[in-house]
């Protein structure tokens, strides 16, 4: 069968969806994009506000594979594209209501008071600890304080994990969450010893590890991205539609919708269903029950997103770095803090600074059923003491996502293996976006192109 004549039909205008939707457009495919919102981005949301430059979901990306410059480059946003300021390589973690450096070098990791002497003797066993059990049913917590100790998880992971995933490490499965911290122990037995062997490979496939790749944003922030995306596919993308059910016939699929409070229905040989676990759940669930339990066992937490705007000459401490992470053992408010204005330029006027705060995620869901006035106003008194702060924000924006990141706990493999077994059983049927195969920015491009050649693979075995 020509490509042109294979209709797709892809669900969901957030980048997953959007950069599948690009590359089969590119290769000549029949393709309709149905989003639900009237905008494209999904979670990559920005707005320009009273001098300030909010960005409500990512606030940066990862140039972690090539293939994000080569989209970035066809799509014209070459000159749009920015990287973040020397500055933003130090990143601070809170500790006894004192920020600390992380240290980023061995002589650094020596000096730091933010490990105990102890820790830092303890690091020098790893090497020589054994492979641990299946990592899909182990979570990040055990993997790191059987690795490393207790101290390393309590004052990096923890933090850190709070920071990508909004999420708990006592939950999350390391296999799945973080595949390539696990590889390390799985293919040369060891942590330290597979960060050495692995930039080798890393060399050679032209990949760049999440610790080395450049931060990337846009001028006018990240919606810049899918925007732009948005603008090559052109009227192919349909807004205002929200699918209901996709349904099996024997010429392919109906894909059941509403749009301006009208009930569409449009046939189609492939779907790609690109939105979130949570809401394909509804759409697939009638035909497949298996498929809606694992779908809807996804979790995402809900996560708030607090932008503030201070006078800089209200600002005790040096704006020297991207940020900082709190660990659960802080019992703080909040997550951590974004110095937005810091990290890329324009955020901000020159006399005032910007900050992203986030508050909630798996560590403390609870909080966002709090009175919002008040919680917000504890988050902000918080964060003044942290950065020796005199007056009040003046400027406050807050989004709350109620289901924001899918966390990749214990046992996720299990949902896993049951997506790729529905994709068999439903030919012509793909599900994808950052609940399969990694949440950042990078892993979804990535996948995008690898889903792009199983549709492709696809085509061709019908011909």
Same mark, same amino acid.
């Given at each position: ?10 669900? /969901? ?43 409500? /979901? ?33 990143? !601070? ?14 002589? #650094? ?16 066993? $790893? ?8 990592? !899909?049913?182990?979570?990040?917590? +055990? ?39 696990? @590889?390390? =122990? %799985? ?43 948005? $603008?090559? &596919? /052109? ?5 205002? *539609? ?21 009930? *569409? ?24 029950? +298996? ?15 607090? !932008? ?9 401490? #040096? ?17 951590? #803090? ?14 005032? #600074? ?11 869901? +609870?909080?966002?059923? *709090? +009175?919002? %006035? ?7 008194? %918080? ?30 493999? =299990?949902?896993? @293996?049951?997506?790729?077994?529905? %994709? ?19 892993? *979804? &491009? ?8 199983? &549709?492709?693979? !696809?085509? =061709?075995?019908?011909?």
């Amino acid at each position: 069968m020509k490509k042109n004549s294979m209709k797709i039909i892809t669900l /969901g205008a957030g980048i997953s969806g959007l950069s599948t939707a690009y590359w089969l457009n590119k290769d000549g495919f029949d393709i309709t994009v149905l989003e639900s919102k009237n905008e494209p981005g999904g979670s990559m949301e920005t707005r320009h506000e009273e001098g300030f430059l909010v960005d409500y /979901g990512p606030n940066s990306g990862l140039e972690t594979v090539p293939l994000i410059r080569q989209i970035v480059d066809e799509i014209g946003l070459r000159e749009e594209m920015i990287y973040a300021n020397d500055k933003s390589d130090k990143r !601070y973690i809170l500790k006894n209501d004192k920020l600390y450096a992380l240290p980023m070098s061995p002589m #650094a990791f020596l000096k730091t008071k933010l490990f105990s002497s102890r820790a830092k003797l303890r690091l020098l066993a $790893e090497p020589f600890i054994g492979k641990s059990k299946d990592g !899909y049913y182990q979570s990040i917590s +055990e993997f790191v304080q059987r690795r490393l100790g207790r101290e390393f998880l309590d004052y990096a992971i923890n933090p850190f994990v709070a920071g990508v995933f909004a999420g708990d490490p006592s939950n999350l499965s390391v296999k799945s969450a973080f595949p390539k911290l696990y @590889r390390l =122990e %799985e293919l040369y037995g060891g942590l330290i010893k597979g960060m050495i062997k692995g930039a080798r490979e890393r060399k050679q496939s032209s990949e760049q590890s999440k610790q080395s790749a450049k931060m990337f944003s846009f001028k006018t922030g990240m919606q810049a991205f899918p925007n732009a995306i948005a $603008e090559k &596919i /052109g009227d192919k993308i349909k807004y205002g *539609c929200d699918v209901q059910q996709v349904v099996k016939d024997r010429n392919g699929y109906k894909v059941l919708y509403t749009h301006n409070n009208n009930t *569409c229905e449009a046939s189609t040989d492939i779907v790609l269903c690109a939105i979130p676990a949570y809401k394909a759940a509804s759409i697939f669930g009638e035909n497949d029950g +298996e498929l809606f339990k694992h779908l809807n066992e996804v979790y995402y937490p809900p996560v708030k997103v607090l !932008y503030l705007g201070f006078k800089k000459e209200k600002i005790g401490r #040096a704006l020297d770095g991207f940020g900082f992470l709190i660990p659960e053992k802080e019992n703080k408010k909040f997550l951590g #803090a974004i110095w937005s204005s810091v990290i890329f330029p324009k955020r901000a006027s020159d006399d005032t #600074a910007a900050f992203t705060l986030f508050v909630g995620g798996a560590r403390s869901p +609870e909080l966002l059923n *709090c +009175e919002n %006035e008040k919680l917000v106003h504890m988050v902000i008194e %918080e964060f003044k003491s942290i950065m020796d702060i005199h007056d009040d924000p003046i400027f406050v924006k807050e989004k709350t996502w109620s289901k924001a990141i899918p966390q990749y706990t214990l046992g996720y493999i =299990e949902h896993e @293996r049951y997506f790729e077994k529905f %994709e068999t059983m439903n030919q012509g049927l793909f599900l994808t976006g950052n609940y399969r195969g990694g949440i950042s920015i990078g892993d *979804c &491009i990535k996948n995008s192109e690898m889903t792009y050649k199983k &549709i492709t693979a !696809y085509t =061709e075995s019908l011909a």
